[in-house]
Antibody
Framework: EVQLVESGGGLVQPGGSLRLSCAASGFTFSGHWMYWVRQAPGKGLVWVSCISSDGSITNYAGSVKGRFTISRDNAKNTLYLQMNSLRAEDTAVYYC??????????WGQGALVTVSS | QSALTQPASVSGSPGQSITISCTGTSSDVGGYNYVSWYQQHPVKAPKVVIFEVSNRPSGVPDRFSGSKSGNTASLTISGLQAEDEADYYCSSYTSSDTWVFGGGTTLTVL
């Protein structure tokens, strides 16, 4: 069964840092692009970042560029999102997803990140 | 990258058909056949119901269909059922090698 499991969410103060992980299983992780999408409470989905299958290409939404870093460890079948200089508006559930035929499928269950003092 | 434009809400009675539109630009929806649609039930992760404009993943009922004309894509659900009540989001690959989502549409089955 293809499965993605996020971890690392939690409460962090403004200006702080957090690293999310996304453990993949049930498919050839190294053969797929991956991306992160977030959803603020009661709001819609917003694309955050993507990474190529070998990690050589990364792209970011303007709102997180320079603060967030996406990476992957294909030996560990794990995707990461390092989030620095966090702001209140970064509060959201963060989902990782496998990119297949230019769509996200499947998605993980999500990790809640709360930025508050 | 601006979000794709979707209606905030649509509704229909069981058995009826509804269509949700998704308008972008020539840099996303109009430029690529890489539009996807996602269904999200409350407190659940999104699930793809249409990919590459009109393709259905295995397990998705054929009541779900997708199309595109110019910069606007559409999701049609025919024979509405109670379990179709959910939020629906469109998404497109873009010329910047990124993705963009629509604001979401809440479907109410009356």
């Amino acid at each position: 069964e293809v499965q993605l499991v996020e971890s690392g969410g939690g409460l962090v103060q403004p200006g702080g840092s957090l690293r999310l992980s996304c453990a993949a299983s049930g498919f050839t992780f190294s053969g797929h692009w991956m991306y992160w999408v977030r959803q603020a409470p009661g709001k819609g989905l917003v694309w955050v970042s993507c990474i190529s299958s070998d990690g050589s290409i990364t792209n970011y939404a303007g709102s997180v560029k320079g603060r967030f870093t996406i990476s992957r460890d294909n030996a560990k079948n794990t995707l990461y999102l390092q989030m620095n200089s966090l702001r209140a508006e970064d509060t959201a559930v963060y989902y990782c997803a496998r990119v297949t035929r230019y769509s996200g499928s499947p998605w993980g269950q999500g990790a809640l990140v709360t930025v508050s003092s | 990258q601006s979000a794709l434009t979707q209606p905030a809400s649509v509704s229909g009675s069981p058995g009826q058909s509804i269509t949700i539109s998704c308008t972008g630009t020539s840099s996303d929806v109009g430029g690529y056949n890489y539009v996807s649609w996602y269904q999200q039930h409350p407190v659940k992760a999104p699930k793809v119901v249409i990919f590459e404009v009109s393709n259905r993943p295995s397990g998705v009922p054929d009541r779900f269909s997708g199309s595109k004309s110019g910069n606007t894509a559409s999701l049609t659900i025919s024979g509405l059922q109670a379990e179709d009540e959910a939020d629906y989001y469109c998404s497109s690959y873009t010329s910047s090698d990124t993705w963009v989502f629509g604001g979401g549409t809440t479907l109410t089955v009356l």
